[in-house]
């Protein structure tokens, strides 16, 4: 069998370490893939957002199924493309795709199917914005309507931070079209929890629970990134809070975008906060988190590609979704400067990894040589019997890993262990 997956980053590699794992996996096309060398998998330059260049590939190739996996590619309709081609695709359709493409559009839809989430208000012009800000109770998170490459989430704590944000966001045009309509929303307290769900468009069948890390520095504080580092499970996530999810949340939203004609087949992220055995959406994705993805399909023990295939055919009700009861670690390895400015072209030495799978980003291939090419360059992940041997044994590993201005958090998962042991 011949696979396309579209995108090229840890997500990406992650998927495809995972489809590796079936024997039935002839060929993997990756467009534009990591780029680092791997059996049966084969790399093509093609930017996931090319549409001619990629539907040209795949007139002149055998493709059997075709994964569609960053945010901009699903958003801007290339599933609709390949379905064109009659080509099986796991992703969902342009219309479905709205649910991360918009915030406003997923604010409206939880607002109307009673979907519980934080108030907010959405403006297009900055002064009427400005002048809500007179309403509001600080802190507040500003956010730009559309994709803004995780980093169009502004926490402000005051009046002042709010009115710099809207501005830049709004009439800077900081993430062009993406930022020229912005939400305002309540600030919640509480943990976040990440769930990725594979939906069918009817069923809908959730992964481990995780916890992302979304600053870039130790204690939560600085800049947001794409992600940092994630746990799983989520110690948060309790049969409790799992109940009230799926009586209030998952179904509801699976059900909420059928009844608006955008029936939903893919990977679903649900952004969650907790507070009070309770939860709250605070974002949807319409794909695999990053690098959520990285931390939990290792935590599944079914076949990717025929749950994958299920979904695409609107038929997971039939395939099993295994999990295993071990925990598991990720963490990011970024270049010096990240999320902002920082170099390139550095050369990467890796030793040998006693206890973690490492999944390639930013990085590049010269013969035999890796180098730096990203702001997020690699991840390392590890499965153990215990959240904290798991975290113990990443750090380990990441001591076998170099290259200059390189950094990484060094307290992924310490805040979950610590309330863990206090009984929080």
Same mark, same amino acid.
């Given at each position: 069998? %011949? @696979? =396309?997956?579209? *995108?090229?980053?840890? +997500?990406?590699?992650? /998927?495809?370490?995972?489809?590796?794992?079936?024997? !039935?996996?002839?060929?993997?096309?990756?467009?534009?893939?990591?780029?680092?060398?791997?059996?049966?998998?084969?790399?093509?330059?093609?930017?996931?957002?090319?549409?001619?260049?990629?539907?040209?590939?795949?007139?002149?190739?055998?493709?059997?199924?075709?994964?569609?996996?960053?945010?901009?590619?699903?958003?801007?309709?290339?599933?609709?493309?390949?379905?064109?081609? %009659? @080509? =099986?695709?796991? *992703?969902?359709?342009? +219309?479905?795709?709205? /649910?991360?493409?918009?915030?406003?559009?997923?604010? !409206?839809?939880?607002?109307?199917?009673?979907?519980?989430?934080?108030?907010?208000?959405?403006?297009?012009?900055?002064?009427?914005?400005?002048?809500?800000?007179?309403?509001?109770?600080?802190?507040?998170?500003?956010?730009?309507?559309?994709?803004?490459?995780?980093?169009?989430?502004?926490?402000?704590?005051?009046?002042?931070?709010?009115?710099?944000?809207?501005?830049?966001?709004?009439?800077?045009?900081?993430?062009?079209?993406?930022?020229?309509?912005? /939400?305002?929303?309540?600030?919640?307290?509480?943990? !976040?929890?990440?769930?990725?769900?594979?939906?069918?468009?009817?069923?809908?069948?959730?992964?481990?629970?995780?916890?992302?890390?979304?600053?870039?520095?130790?204690?939560?504080?600085?800049?947001?990134?794409?992600?940092?580092?994630?746990?799983?499970?989520?110690?948060?996530?309790?049969?409790?809070?799992?109940?009230?999810?799926?009586?209030?949340?998952?179904?509801?939203?699976?059900?909420?975008?059928?009844?608006?004609?955008?029936?939903?087949?893919?990977?679903?992220?649900?952004?969650?906060?907790?507070?009070?055995?309770?939860?709250?959406?605070?974002?949807?994705?319409?794909?695999?988190?990053?690098?959520?993805?990285?931390?939990?399909?290792?935590?599944?023990?079914?076949?990717?590609?025929?749950?994958?295939?299920?979904?695409?055919?609107?038929?997971?009700?039939?395939?099993?979704?295994?999990?295993?009861?071990?925990?598991?670690?990720?963490?990011?390895?970024?270049?010096?400067?990240?999320?902002?400015?920082?170099?390139?072209?550095?050369?990467?030495?890796?030793?040998?990894?006693?206890?973690?799978?490492?999944?390639?980003?930013?990085?590049?291939?010269?013969?035999?040589?890796?180098?730096?090419?990203?702001?997020?360059?690699?991840?390392?992940?590890?499965?153990?019997?215990?959240?904290?041997?798991?975290?113990?044994?990443?750090?380990?590993?990441?001591?076998?890993?170099?290259?200059?201005?390189?950094?990484?958090?060094?307290?992924?998962?310490?805040?979950?262990?610590?309330?863990?042991?206090?009984?929080?």
């Amino acid at each position: 069998m %011949n @696979i =396309l997956i579209i *995108g090229g980053g840890g +997500r990406e590699d992650a /998927i495809i370490n995972k489809l590796l794992e079936n024997s !039935e996996v002839e060929k993997i096309f990756a467009l534009p893939g990591t780029g680092v060398k791997k059996d049966r998998v084969f790399n093509f330059d093609i930017d996931a957002t090319d549409f001619p260049r990629i539907i040209e590939f795949c007139k002149n190739h055998i493709i059997d199924f075709a994964i569609v996996s960053p945010d901009n590619p699903l958003v801007l309709g290339l599933v609709d493309e390949l379905e064109k081609l %009659n @080509i =099986l695709t796991f *992703g969902p359709n342009k +219309r479905a795709a709205i /649910i991360e493409g918009s915030k406003s559009f997923s604010k !409206e839809l939880m607002k109307k199917y009673n979907i519980p989430t934080a108030a907010y208000q959405s403006f297009s012009d900055s002064e009427l914005a400005i002048k809500y800000l007179d309403e509001c109770k600080f802190p507040i998170v500003i956010k730009a309507d559309g994709l803004a490459l995780g980093k169009g989430v502004v926490i402000c704590e005051s009046k002042d931070t709010a009115k710099d944000t809207i501005i830049d966001f709004i009439d800077n045009k900081k993430f062009s079209k993406s930022s020229s309509k912005i /939400i305002i929303e309540e600030f919640l307290t509480g943990f !976040e929890v990440s769930i990725l769900a594979f939906c069918d468009g009817k069923t809908l069948k959730p992964l481990v629970s995780s916890m992302d890390h979304k600053r870039i520095g130790d204690g939560d504080v600085g800049l947001n990134t794409g992600g940092m580092g994630v746990i799983a499970p989520n110690p948060y996530y309790s049969d409790k809070v799992k109940t009230y999810c799926e009586e209030n949340i998952f179904q509801k939203t699976i059900d909420a975008m059928r009844c608006e004609n955008r029936e939903f087949k893919g990977c679903l992220y649900f952004g969650l906060i907790i507070e009070n055995e309770k939860a709250k959406v605070i974002e949807y994705n319409c794909r695999f988190g990053d690098p959520e993805a990285q931390t939990v399909l290792p935590l599944l023990e079914s076949d990717l590609l025929s749950i994958m295939m299920a979904t695409s055919k609107g038929e997971i009700d039939k395939v099993d979704v295994k999990l295993s009861n071990k925990a598991a670690c990720n963490l990011v390895v970024a270049s010096g400067g990240y999320p902002t400015n920082y170099e390139k072209n550095k050369k990467i030495t890796i030793k040998s990894l006693t206890n973690s799978k490492i999944y390639f980003a930013g990085v590049k291939q010269q013969n035999d040589q890796l180098f730096t090419n990203g702001g997020r360059v690699l991840s390392l992940t590890c499965v153990s019997d215990s959240l904290e041997d798991a975290i113990n044994k990443v750090y380990e590993d990441v001591k076998n890993i170099d290259f200059e201005k390189m950094y990484y958090r060094k307290d992924i998962g310490q805040k979950a262990l610590l309330n863990k042991k206090l009984g929080k």
